[in-house]
């Protein structure tokens, strides 16, 4: 199997992947226009344009939010079928990721079940933040 | 835009479609901009403005003989060519050019002179979807739909009907790669690709080309087809990432582009005699009918269901059979403003008898980009 599809961080996003690798998920928000939290990290806020933006700590905790099962695995993913999710977040914003720790069917992931981050170590730079259900 | 100020005066898809092992991209553009230059009675050199996508409109024009003043390589998927039809006709109308040429040419299937798939690592696409897996359109164009079908009732056999219809439409279609007839169940057990999607809900891959030629509608009749005019424009753009969309049951690139579309062409949606939305999957009718006001959300399903887009209905939609049955070389919007031109002209395969209002809209990478045209055969 070739080694999996990994991101390349830029300086704009390193501290996500610094997060990821020390177990856990930044966020950004605004502190200047209450515009809440978002994603994907940018050095300013996509509401107001400040550039007065700070990283913190998300919970974690999460919904599924939509997903398919992929039939026709990508050669790094292996031969199973599995699910490509977007979770909603806690704290607002939506992300892509897979659900681990799960059977990948409609069965097992149901939309707006409970769901919490695990983070997966890929290489010594790299982590991936995936999720499992909350009760795992 | 000012409308009817702008006339397509020659339109034309490439010689053969399906499948071309014997012509790369390039050459796809070509066959289809010397069909559609001999269709208007003109020769490369009479054009003045390009505009393409997939290839450069540098390569494009040099290829071609031609010198233009003006040239957009606007590329943001496969509604590009809507997006070249709006800004042509906003730059014919100042007066930066006369004539505009706009191409396309795909080795979608065969990939004869094609590119390399793929986004940087670094890109935000690269670090924060490519990660978990996506493999191609199929996996993330559909990765909103279970939130749509939860929020609306909608089931497979509704998205499974998009294609049964298309495919009657396909019928009377002779350059249509599939015509036979398919069931619901036919869709529903065919292969699993991304569920819930399967195979007869996704789009072909082909090969293929279109080309358009715009000019001013004073100087249309001068031309020997029938003049099609253009009568509103609308664009807009949404995000790259389909994770990133702002409504999963919902395309804001979708409603910013038709409402604009519909406010310059000054047409309420009774007034549309005949309508194209691009069908990579099964899913983009339903969105498309929704966020262009031709149903409240969430009614698709049944507008669809009760015949209202099938022959005979009263909004007849993807009359070529759409990307699920006619052809896909990548970026479909050509063939869909190619299939309104001739309903215009009266020269459709499936001719909607009478039509004198035509829609093309159009989608842009996975819900990341839109372009809508209205398109009048009355004159000005």
């Known amino acids: 199997m070739p080694p999996r599809m990994l991101p390349e961080p830029t300086p704009e996003t390193r501290h996500f992947w610094d997060g990821c690798r020390e177990g856990e998920l930044r966020l950004q928000r605004c502190t200047q226009c209450g515009g809440g939290s978002y994603f994907p990290p940018r050095p300013f806020c996509p509401k107001c344009g400040s550039r007065k933006v700070e990283v913190y700590p998300a919970s974690g905790r999460a919904v599924l939010w939509s997903y398919v099962i992929n039939h026709r695995p990508r050669p790094d993913m292996g031969t199973e079928p599995y699910a490509i999710a977007v979770v909603q977040l806690e704290e607002g914003p939506r992300m892509m990721t897979n659900i681990v720790n799960s059977p990948q069917t409609p069965e097992a992931l149901q939309l707006d079940m409970p769901l919490k981050v695990t983070f997966a170590k890929q290489t010594d730079d790299i982590t991936l933040p995936l999720f499992e259900p909350a009760g795992a | 835009m000012k409308q009817k100020s702008i006339a397509v005066v020659g339109a034309a898809e490439t010689t053969r479609l399906g499948k071309i092992p014997d012509m790369s991209v390039i050459g796809l553009h070509a066959d289809a901009a010397l069909n559609a230059l001999a269709d208007a009675g003109l020769k490369p050199s009479d054009i003045d403005g390009v505009a393409t996508a997939g290839e450069s409109p540098t390569a494009l024009a040099h290829y071609l003989g031609i010198t233009p003043t003006w040239a957009d390589g606007t590329s943001v998927g496969g509604c590009s060519f809507m997006l070249h039809v709006r800004h042509a006709a906003a730059a014919i109308n100042e007066g930066l050019c006369t004539r505009v040429l706009i191409t396309h040419g795909e080795s979608g299937r065969s990939r004869v002179g094609a590119g390399r798939f793929g986004m940087a690592p670094s890109s935000l696409n690269g670090q924060f979807e490519m990660p978990y897996g996506p493999a191609g359109p199929p996996t993330m164009f559909t990765i909103p739909v279970l939130r749509y079908m939860k929020t609306y009732g909608v089931t497979e056999e509704d998205l499974a009907n998009v294609a049964v219809i298309q495919r ?94 519909f406010e310059e062409a000054g047409i309420s949606h009774a007034d549309v005699d005949h309508l194209m939305i691009y069908d990579a999957f099964a899913h983009l009718p339903l969105y498309g009918l929704e966020d262009l006001g031709f149903c409240k959300p969430g009614e698709a399903k049944d507008f669809i269901n009760e015949r209202n887009t099938a022959i005979g209905g009263k909004l007849p939609l993807n009359t070529n059979g759409g990307g699920l049955s006619y052809m896909h070389s990548g970026m479909y919007g050509m063939y869909a403003l190619q299939e309104s031109v001739r309903q215009m002209r009266g020269t459709a395969p499936a001719q909607v008898e009478g039509a004198k209002i035509s829609i093309a809209h159009g989608v842009g990478g996975m819900f990341a980009a839109s372009g809508t045209i209205v398109f009048s055969n009355e004159a000005p």
């Open chain 2, 168 to 261: 009657e439409w396909a019928a009377k279609n002779p350059r249509a790669s599939f015509r036979d007839p398919i069931t619901v169940d036919d869709v529903l057990g065919s292969d699993m690709i991304a569920w819930p999607f399967r195979k007869l809900m996704c789009c072909l891959v082909t090969d293929g080309g279109g080309a358009l030629i715009l000019t001013s509608a004073d100087r249309a009749r001068d031309f020997p087809q029938k003049p099609v005019y253009i009568l509103g424009t609308g664009e807009s753009v949404e995000t790259p990432m389909v994770s990133q969309m702002e409504d999963f049951t919902s395309s804001k690139a979708f409603r910013v582009s038709g409402k604009k579309a």
